[in-house]
């Protein structure tokens, strides 16, 4: 028994210490830094650096936020600080620049991930961020898998169910298929865009219909995020064979992925959740690459998605397929775009193909680029109009 209590003793004092040593990376110098402190209209950035002979800031909210950046000015403890006007609300991202070499900020727990990037989150509070942040009443998010044979992989989704899914086994949900970008993966619209934040907010107050989002990866050649170090399959393509093909078959040939999303991915959702498998109660909205695939599945299965949202989409319909559209009974065309956009006249042309055909559509244009703070903001916008 004593040999017992020894040995316990001696394992609590080793915890003790650990932790006392975890705490004291935290403290060295000084009590514990803050970082980002948001004080009134003001927000401050404090980082502690010993041996630095510069620390910079760089920050999504500057005039360049991918090459310009603010001096950090050394303090007690080594630690750099710089105080600033709070930014309008919105999500930032961050960095600070040490001796050249880009660091994240270790006491801000907040970040996204953007491709192979971690990026510190600067969340400023307001009527813009509002449903950004966590709810009271929280969906689930997991992540699923699939058996592709049109791309031949295994391949990863990500599928948000809303609050009460688990808790209501008898009722049944519409679905958004929501596509991300190039250079994303299916974790992008939960990383960057907020998804479950948003669509939580929204049906906690009763703006949005309760509803499934999935949200599939749409690079053919991935089974998942790049995070999981998984191969890529091997891309193949015989030019000769692919042009003798009939149109339709190089239309497939040309699109597997968006194929694969119609006739795979959307079968295996309603097998295995509970879904209405109506037109009526499915839509798609995809950004930037997601919005070329969201105008390509719409034009390829115009009676598929009673709900269409390409978001500063690269694509086009012509008038036959805007026509397929309007005689399958289309109930939301939602496209969207900033005016600074690089590609807002490709959406500026998309919408007057959809006048010149009478199909009747919201063109949503904001301020702004090709940015994160566009598309959160589009489906904080669109979502409320789903499913109604």
Request: overall charge neutral.
């Amino acid at each position: 028994m004593k040999r017992i209590l020894t040995t316990l003793a001696i394992c609590l004092a080793a915890v003790v210490s650990m932790q006392a040593q975890e705490l004291a990376n935290f403290q060295r110098g000084g009590g514990r830094v803050v970082s980002p402190d948001i004080q009134g209209d003001s927000v401050t950035f404090n980082f502690r650096a010993d041996y630095a002979t510069y620390v910079k800031l760089s920050g999504s909210w500057m005039p360049n936020p991918y090459g310009g950046s603010i001096d950090m000015r050394r303090g007690p403890g080594n630690v750099w600080s710089v105080k600033i006007p709070l930014p309008s609300p919105e999500i930032y991202t961050y960095n600070f620049i040490v001796d050249g070499v880009s660091v994240n900020d270790p006491q801000n727990i907040l970040v996204q991930r953007d491709g192979s990037r971690f990026l510190n989150m600067l969340i400023v509070p307001g009527e813009r961020t509002q449903n950004y942040t966590e709810a009271n009443q929280r969906g689930t998010v997991s992540h699923p898998w699939y058996d592709s044979k049109v791309l031949g992989i295994n391949r990863r989704l990500t599928v948000y169910t809303p609050y009460g899914y688990e808790a209501n086994p008898k009722k049944k949900y519409p679905v958004l298929y929501l596509l991300h970008g190039a250079g994303g993966d299916e974790e992008a619209w939960i990383s960057m865009g907020r998804t479950a934040q948003i669509l939580d907010n929204l049906i906690e107050k009763g703006l949005a219909e309760p509803m499934i989002v999935v949200m599939p990866n749409g690079n053919g050649n991935q089974q998942a995020a790049q995070t999981l170090n998984l191969p890529t399959a091997p891309q193949q393509f015989d030019r000769n064979a692919f042009q003798s093909m009939p149109e339709a078959q190089r239309n497939r040939a040309m699109n597997g992925y968006v194929v694969s999303l119609c006739e795979e991915i959307v079968p295996f959702i309603e097998k295995n959740f509970r879904v209405i498998a109506k037109p009526e109660a499915r839509a798609i909205a995809g950004l930037s690459m997601g919005g070329g695939h969201t105008i390509t599945a719409s034009n390829l299965y115009p009676q598929m998605f009673d709900y269409i949202c390409p978001l500063s989409a690269a694509g086009s319909a012509t008038p036959e397929q805007v026509a397929a559209l309007k005689k399958a009974g289309v109930k939301l065309y939602f496209l969207a775009c900033g005016d600074a956009d690089f590609l807002f006249e490709g959406s500026k042309n998309l919408d007057k193909t959809l006048t010149e055909q009478g199909l009747d559509h919201i063109f949503y244009v904001s301020d702004g680029g090709h940015v994160w703070a566009n598309w959160r903001l589009y489906l904080n916008t669109f979502a409320p109009m789903l499913f109604k």
